[in-house]
């Protein structure tokens, strides 16, 4: 009786244990089908991007976005010190090469200088941020797969931005003078395709060599120190002139800085279309520079990740 009492409590232990197995592999299944039914989370750049292009260009915007509000976060007068600055740089510099170095007989001197400050401050803001991008984005590029190349190509558009902000102490400038814009000033996208030609390859040259070489990052504050020196921003163009030997004339003539700042006097300060060799030159430096920075950038991007 007793045995019988015993078989009969354990034939019901086993059905229940069924029971629970079949329920859970039921669960199992049902909870498996309602995850295979939701869709995959798509990330943000794929979410508004539909093609590789379109993706890269959102990512480009959010990091100038991010920038921007970076750079005049906590500043109480934000996106105004833009045109603060090229103002107070021009006055200071107006007064001391004026006064002290004899520069007032160059015409609409306070204008010549703020334009070949503007336009310097492109190069020198699109390269000196340019060289670390690769090695800022280096927490992002350990996670995600993406297009290294909008890195460098970000600083430079980002430095696009404050120029446009730059232009509205350019006017004010040309208003104080007297200086009334003509029909070349259409020709200022040109200037600016081509010089963010030319700080593009730049940027992507020296991003992919400090990468390997962060003796890059010190070594182009130096270089880009001196190279301000002998490009025409603040002291007149006709000193080129009085240089001793022809091969140092050449060379000042060739800069790359020197032919984009004259183009950008041309067509604002002089109201002419500049030179066809200036345009040529200007066109030449943009060429080679997006070719070689692009070549070099391009060899060396697979081993980036070995160390950054």
């Known amino acids: 009786m007793r045995r019988t009492v015993r078989i009969g409590r354990l034939s019901r232990a086993l059905r229940a244990i069924c029971r629970t197995v079949k329920e859970t592999e039921l669960s199992q299944d049902q909870n498996a089908q309602a995850a295979r039914s939701v869709p995959a989370p798509v990330p943000a750049s794929e979410a508004f991007a539909p093609n590789d292009r379109a993706k890269e260009s959102f990512i480009i915007r959010q990091l100038v976005g991010k920038d921007f509000k970076r750079k005049y976060r906590r500043s109480l007068l934000g996106v105004v010190w833009s045109v603060l600055n090229p103002l107070l740089m021009m006055i200071v510099m107006s007064l001391v090469f ?17 334009l070949g400050n503007v336009t310097w401050q492109i190069f020198a803001d699109s390269t000196n941020q340019g060289v670390t991008s690769i090695l800022d984005a280096a927490p992002l590029l350990k996670k995600v797969r993406i297009n290294k190349t909008v890195f460098p190509v970000e600083r430079v558009l980002f430095s696009l931005v404050n120029f446009a902000f730059s232009l509205i ?30 700080c593009i390859g730049m940027s992507l040259l020296l991003s992919a060599l400090a990468v390997f070489f962060r003796d890059v990052i010190h070594l182009w504050g130096v270089v880009i120190l001196a190279w301000s020196y002998v490009t025409p921003i603040f002291w007149p163009v006709s000193m080129i002139a009085a240089v001793p030997y022809g091969f140092m ?9 020197y032919n984009y700042v004259t183009f950008m006097r041309m067509i604002l300060l002089n109201g002419q279309p500049p030179e066809l060799i200036t ?3 200007c066109a ?3 060429v080679l520079m997006i070719a070689v920075g692009y070549a070099v950038f391009r060899k060396l991007q697979r081993k980036f990740i070995l160390y950054i």
Do not use: C, K, Q
């Not at 006064?99 to 703020?114: G, M, N």
């Not at 259409?186 to 963010?196: K, T």
């Open 98 to 114: 004026s006064f002290f170095l004899r520069y007032d007989s160059i015409e609409h001197y306070p204008l010549y200088l703020i």
């Open 169 to 198: 102490a350019v006017v004010l400038v040309m208003l104080w003078e007297g200086v009334v814009p003509t029909w070349t000033v259409v020709l200022l996208p040109v200037l600016l395709v081509l010089l963010m030609g030319f």
């Open 249 to 257: 004339r050449v060379i000042m003539l060739a800069n790359p800085m």
């Open 279 to 281: 345009i040529g030159m």
């Open 284 to 286: 030449f430096w943009a």
